[in-house]
């Protein structure tokens, strides 16, 4: 073989030549027998900015995965496309005095320029662009379906608007109340929209989540669980003192209901108006009103935000349950579209309602307490009787130190502060007096003040060998003044030691959870408690716990019919409509007499109209709306004239089914053949940004989940197996931005070290979701590996027989890298081919059947060069009509290992097992081991070490 150098310049637009020339290695194929695998990268928004290395991690590493699915025999579908509406497209243009139609065909030839020589599979017949009228018509045709099916409304709600970009942006556009493009802090707007009604399909959205097929990471499901935010509680109606009106409130803890002391209404509610006359203060409320309407939601309800709000003066609430009236507030942390737009406040059981309450001055009323259940030792026996008693634990402080006076219990593992019962009919105070001189001795005791609330705890009460159930008890503080001491009596004392513990040591003391819970209250204050417990303070609903109470009481709501159970969302509907040029038109038409009218499908696509201005207006009007001659039209249904919607669809339209355009891409009669759905659906690997979690993958699954439903497509979830790519970040650390001038453009790199080098490590520079930063080094040496492979082949020797050495070794980088790339590590999938290759370096020959297998292990991550030495050892083919080679389990064993198996540190048993037996197998032996069951007996593990490849080491 001619050993010339390693020149990636010559060898890589060579076989990317010959790749374009050979679709059939790596074109989808509808009428292939082969099994299927549908590979989706999230397509890219054609920037002006053009691509950087960051952006290709993704691409390469669906190309690596789809060259090995080639190479074990699957049809594949690797497609490739633009997703080109919006703003981004539409501001270049502004600012670069051209159309937005021919900024983005300049910046597609720009990406594909750049794309191409990396050496992608993608199947470019089947190209996609979402502003392709051809394209769009099908966005049209779904929205059109949507609006037949109830799905898209009107309405005239405040929506985010950014005064910057000039348009409405949904929830999911804004980043910390900003807009995410732009930063401006947006303002809420009135402004007519168009919106689907993707609440509907909530509980679905949520509910496959748990699919078993559906493999995502569990961050990106979770992200997405909490988007959707179902909520389960109780709606019900309050009586208005003196008035007709009602209130009606959402609440999701219903069980606090005797602690509510007052209630609030969002600025928006209607109700406010209705009690015009009767509320005093009527001016202060309204000027309350407009003030709040300048503020986002976030900055109403984020926690940290200081709680504003004012009494409506001269109304009074009645709380159903006991007749009690309390005031009523407007106050902006209640949100108007969220529930009722009203809630009953507990400001006991709720931080927000705490806050707010200290700050007004409204009574605190506990009416659950703190469950405490025991544990270990203090675990609830089935065969000791129960006895109830009510309790307070005394925090007693040094009369002249920073000390506090504590037990240490002789009979089990407490260690508390002054327990004591309380009598019937004595004061917490007197008794919490008695019960501390009884157990310290000490004599000057001034009571301070009660410490918290009332708390419940269950446990079992070994010095007294009885169950303490539902032990009501409270904590109190008192001071000593004085060292004035008296021995205590031996009852007193013979369960414990006293002893005095410095304060900063005391939370570490406490064994107790329940005095842990005081303590914190006696140091840094009280709070909301907001777990569930056991109620209190509540009539007959007193002693139910958190959840029975709930069930109780809306039992009681709904037979008085003042209420009754609803589940919420705080997903909302999508505001779908957009105050730019740039978008897909939204196929209605408005018309006096038959209202909104859908465009006949026959006319679609609405095509945008050419227009010279698209400089969005500061009216919220779309600036189609000045192009007359495209907004007049004629009704579709009465033949009356009509004018034509002007608003656009967002930027989400089109991304939000993209994907099945590519498997039919041009067929003109419907949105897809189901044939081919059928056979490519769903798709078997998305990649794409973290970023894209819940806005487009949520959009996405709605609008896939809809067209299920009018039976357009077959599946009801688009994305089988999801992986987030990680970012690779900027060699300083930064992000990669045309600001800090820190960004890598692929061709640079390539022209330097070639596209397989690149290609390698991107691959091999850390695990595939992590954020890492660009090395220059790293690229260095991955051409270096790529170097030597390339000298690799002068040793290659025809007759040479196997290296037997090898084998063991070849076997298992085939199952590795197989593996590996499979599970998307590719970093590690890399390091066993390097490992490989200095095995072969070491070598005098290297087998010809050894180094062909190596070069197709390669092939996925570093196609130009494989090719290259393929077609160099004689192949005329390319070599990836090749197979996938297979390894053989028995050749991949390393031979049999000796484990040495101690009991608390001796040696008492070895066993022989197989090298690579996992942690869990090794355990399970030893323990089952017959000598070592004799050293064991009937005593309990406590713990086993298992140092791998070595030792076990039980101790009891
Ligand atoms: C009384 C209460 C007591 C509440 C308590 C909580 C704790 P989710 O659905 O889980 O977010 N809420 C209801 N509507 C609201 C609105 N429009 N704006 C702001 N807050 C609202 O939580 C529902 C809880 O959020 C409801 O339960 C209500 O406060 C509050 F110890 O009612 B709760
Ligand atoms: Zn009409």
Redesign the pocket.
Known sequence: MSENKYDPKKIEPKWQKYWEEHPELYAAKNDSDKPKKYILDMFPYPSGAGLHVGHLKGYIATDVYSRLKILQGFDILHPMGWDAFGLPAESYAIKNKMHPRIAVAENIKNFKKQLDPVGFTYDWSREINTTDPEFYKWTQWAFLKMFENGLAYEAEEPVNWCPKCKTVLANEDLENGKCERCGTQVIQRRLRQWVLRMTKYADRLLYDLDRKDLNWEDLIKEQQRNWIGRSEGTQFKMKIKDSEEVIEVYTTRLDTVFGMTYAVAAPEHEIIKRLKDSIENYKEVEEYIAKSQQKTELERTELQKEKTGVELEGVKIINPFNGEEIPLFVADYVLGFYGTGAVMAVPAHDERDWEFAKKYDLPIRQSVAPLFIGEGKNKIREDKPNTERKVVDVIIKHWKEDKYFCLDWKFNDWKSFVIGGIEEGETLEKEAIREAEEESGYKNMKVIGQVGGEIRSRFFAAHKDVNRKDLSRKCVFIELTGDGYEEPQEEHVKNHNGIWVEKEKVAEFLTLAELKIFWDIYRNGEKAITDDGIVINSDEYSNLTSEEAREKMSEWLEKNKIGYKKVNYKMRDWVFSRQRYWGEPIPIIH????GT?GVPESELPVKLPEIDSYEPTDTGESPLAKITDWVNTT??????P?KRETNTMPQWAGSSWYFLRYIDPQNDVVLIDKKKEKKWMPVDLYVGGAEHATRHLLYARFWHKFLFDINAITTDEPFRRLIHVGLISAEDGRKMSKRWGNVVNPEEVIEKFGADAMRVYEMFMGPFSQNIAWSTNGVTGTYRFMEKLWKLQKKINDDSSKEKRLENLIHKTIKKVGEDIENFKFNTAISSLMILANAFEKEKNIGREYFETTLVLLSPFAPSISEELWNKLGHKESIFTEKWPEYDEKLIKDEEIELVIQVNGKVRDKIVVNADISEEEANKMATESAKIKTFIGDREIKKIIYIKGRLISIVI
Do not use: A, L, M, Q
């Not at 018309?591 to 038959?594: F, G, H, P, Q, R």
């Not at 009704?635 to 009356?640: I, L, M, R, S």
């Open positions: 018309c006096e007499k038959c009218v009704c579709p249904k009465c033949g009356g009509g």
